[in-house]
Structure formats: C-alpha cells, structure tokens
C-alpha cells in the first residue's frame, strides 16, 4: 500500500470488530460481533494496528495523525461479497419485463434468452468496453460499503471470450481500489453452438480453457453451474477435477432449481463453497458439515426471480455450518450490489438475526474466499477496509431497506 500518515478513526457508537477466532464463525459465535461501544480505531501504513474503547485507543496516535471523526455512526469492516457476476455486458431489463407479466426465469432460459442472451452481448464487446462496465459496477459495490468481491467470468463461453472476461476483472481491479477475487466459471451454460453435444463444450473447457487460465493465473477459483438441463453431476465432476488438478479452488452453483447431488459433489471433492442451496436436503447438509464445506446463500436471486424458495439458513446454522450470503450480482437472477438489501432478505425471509447476517457478509465470506486472515474484521494486522455507516445501532443496516448508502467508505486506510 502507498504511504500515508496514520489514521484515528474514533467517535464510533459501535466499532464493530468481528473479532474472534482465526476460523469461520459458527453456532453461537456468529451472533457475537464483537462490538466496542464508544470505539476508536487506528490504522498504520494502511492496516490496522490497534481497535478499542476510545479512552483506550486516542492516546496510542501519535503526532500528525489523521483523525477522522465518525460522529457516532457504526464502523464495521467492508463488506465481502462471495459470489457475484461483475463483468457482463448489457442487461436484461427486457427479460425483466417478461417475467412481470408471468414468464419464469427458467422458460426464459429454455427459449434461448437468459444466460445465453447475456453471452451473444459478452461475445460481442470489447475488452476495453468491459472493462468500463466492470468499473462502474465495481463503483457501486464501493458506493454500497462492498470492499471485496468474488468476481466469475461465464458470459464468454470460448476459450477467448473466457480469457477476454478474465482480463477484465483483473483490469478492473486493477484501476478501481475494490478486491477482486477472480472465479473462473467457463461452464455456467452450455453455449448456442454446442446446445446437442454438451460434451464436447466440457471437453473444450477441461483441454483448453482451465490450463491457461491457470497457467496465466486468471483464476484463483473455478465454478460450475449444476444443473438439469445445464451441466450433470458427471460433467460437473470431470470439470470440477481437473481444475482442481491445475491448483484451482472450488466453487459450486448448486441446488438453485432441483436438487441433483450437486452439493455432494462439492463435498466430495473438498469444495470450498456450494452455493444457492434453495433445495439443499438434510442429507446434503451433513455432507457439507463433514467435509468443511460453506454454504453460500443468495436470497437475492430468490427475490428477484419472484421465488419464495429461499434456502434453509436457520437448518444450516443449526447444523453447525458457517454460512455466507452473497449478492450473486448479475444481469439476471439478481441485478443488485447491495448488501443491506442482502442483509434485510436474509432476516425478514431465512430468518437470520441481523449479527449473524453481518458475520456471513463479513468475516466468513472473507474465509470462504482463503482472505480470512486479511479482511473481514477489524483487528490489528488486517487490511483496514472499513465503512462508516449512517446507524448508530448496527442494526439498522438489515432494518431499512432499499434506502441505505454508507457515509464513508476505506480500502486499505484510504477513503474511495
Ligand atoms: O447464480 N444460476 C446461474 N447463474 C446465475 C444467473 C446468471 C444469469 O441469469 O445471468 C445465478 O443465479
Ligand atoms: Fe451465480
């Protein structure tokens, strides 16, 4: 990180630190956010070296520090968005349209539109062009008190389309102070051109599109959309496999509309994450606890495609799992950047406490993506990526909905 004088951020009717023990939360512990009350915080060389009651923290800053007063408002650490779909082009605002008047998000897909739509804009644009898009969505997620996100490609479905995408997530990173983590998702849909011979797309994507993006080191993660009439378990599993031969983690759409043994595979293949999960079984569940799977929920997806479906949040917890939630930001299922909203959806439909909503878009996202000892809480030695939010009770942030913009956003101690 670039120079620059240390920081006090103090005044903070809650600091809420999240911290805790070096692991994904779970059970009880995802409820305790560990919050100081009249908090302050200092951040040294962009990370931080020291967070606590205020009387505590104000006499460690030392001359020509930067104080920034946050008026007591509630300071928490960025959020860390899972899963979501940041490069596309265009929208889909006229599939939006149809399904008000009736039409499912699946009859939509099986008639050609949906992610296939998507792809024929992706194909069509310009690195440069999605580049910009990547930056204004990565803008928003900023704007909405995101730090981090997960990222996927998928909307290219060739080997240059795929790489072009990858490209442009890193650009964006690059140019836009958000963290992205990027997702190789060369299997989210069976492309036009191979639409009665899906092998042979699986085959095109184990010989020739995860050897160079794992070579050019596009991908820390790749992703598969299992699914009927999208990829089976079998083709899942030949994907899955050889991207983890090539040092790649592994990410799972799975159990969105049928429950197929998707989430088995994750589990048997030692996948970090399964996510969706609206028809995740019992069984599938205590596979996931056995072998140290996240579930990564996605009530956004479930809102916006007029489902009541949402997945079982309350059952995971109760098992023991260390749940995520995410935006699954994207042009179709879920066309949001905001995590407040996430946060209101996870209460108000799973039935998630506002805490352990915020522990599942904080601190265990930031682990089901391998930065759980950077990001995701506010302790001394991490990255200091925390938002000042207009609240006074942490509260607030899952109780209004559809209005909430932060006050201030940093990443790496610097305000964006
Ligand atoms: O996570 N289910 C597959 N992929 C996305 C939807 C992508 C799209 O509709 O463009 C999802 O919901
Ligand atoms: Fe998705």
Not at 62 to 87: C, I
Not at 173 to 188: D, Q, S, Y
Not at 391 to 405: I, P, T, V, W
């Amino acid at each position: 990180m670039a120079e620059f004088p240390p920081l006090l951020v103090t005044n903070c009717s809650q600091l809420v630190t999240m911290a805790g023990p070096a692991s994904p939360r779970v059970g009880d512990a995802l409820r305790d956010l560990h919050i100081v009350n009249d908090g302050a915080m200092l951040v040294v060389e962009g990370r931080i070296a020291a967070a606590g009651w205020r009387g505590d923290i104000e006499p460690l800053a030392a001359q020509g520090t930067q104080v920034v007063d946050a008026g007591g408002r509630v300071v928490m650490p960025g959020f860390v968005d899972a899963h979501t779909h940041l490069v596309f082009a265009g929208n889909r605002a006229d599939e939006f349209e149809m399904r008000c008047a009736g039409m499912t998000y699946q009859q939509i897909a099986e008639r050609g539109g949906g992610i296939r739509s998507t792809v024929r804009r992706t194909r069509e644009a310009t690195e440069h062009e999605l580049v910009a898009t990547g930056q204004k969505y990565a803008r928003w997620f900023l704007e909405c008190g995101t730090t981090t996100v997960e990222a996927k490609s998928g909307y290219g479905l060739t080997v240059d389309d795929e790489l072009k995408l990858l490209r442009a997530i890193r650009a964006t990173a690059e140019t836009i102070p958000l963290r992205c983590v990027p997702t190789f998702l060369g299997a989210h849909e069976i492309p036009d051109e191979y639409k009665t011979r899906s092998d042979d797309y699986v085959d095109l994507v184990v010989n020739e599109m995860i050897p160079v993006v794992a070579a050019e080191k596009l991908a820390e993660f790749c992703d598969v959309f299992c699914e009927s009439k999208v990829f089976s378990v079998a083709q899942a599993e030949r994907l899955l496999t050889a991207a983890k031969r090539y040092g790649l983690g592994l990410r799972v759409h799975a159990d969105q509309f049928t429950s197929n043994g998707a989430v088995e595979l994750a589990a048997k293949l030692g996948a970090k994450t399964a996510d969706h999960l609206e028809q995740t079984t019992p069984q599938a569940i205590a596979a996931m606890k056995e072998t140290g799977v996240q579930p990564v929920l996605l009530p956004g997806s479930v809102y916006a495609i007029g489902s009541q479906k949402y997945a079982p949040a309350r059952a995971m917890i109760d098992a023991g799992l260390p749940v995520v939630v995410a935006t699954d930001f994207n042009p179709g299922s879920s066309p949001t950047v905001s995590m407040t909203m996430i946060l209101s959806l996870a209460c108000t439909q799973m039935k998630m406490t506002p805490a352990e909503a915020i522990t599942a878009a904080t601190i265990n996202a930031a682990w089901s993506l391998n930065r759980g000892h950077e990001i995701g809480s506010l302790e001394p030695g991490k990255i200091a990526d925390f938002v000042l939010h207009d609240a006074e009770d942490y509260r607030e942030l899952a109780y209004f909905f559809g209005s909430h913009r932060p006050y201030a956003v940093f990443t790496g101690g610097v305000r964006v």
